[in-house]
């Protein structure tokens, strides 16, 4: 027979929440610096083509 599992307390849900957003925060600073990198021209790590056809 099915037996409910114990509920998450709400320091643990918190804790998950901000690491989750943590996470997400790093991730989008490190994809507009990487855009803006592109855009100026001075990123080395990517081979792209400027011309337009």
């Given at each position: 027979?099915?037996?409910p599992k114990k509920r998450t307390s709400k320091a643990?849900?918190?804790s998950r929440k901000a690491n989750?957003?943590?996470q997400a925060k790093k991730q989008?600073?490190?994809a507009l610096s990487?855009?803006?990198s592109v855009l100026s021209g001075?990123?080395?790590?990517?081979?792209y083509d400027l011309k337009e056809e």
């Open positions: 027979m099915a037996v643990k849900k918190n989750w957003k943590a989008a600073t490190k990487l855009a803006k001075k990123s080395r790590g990517f081979i």
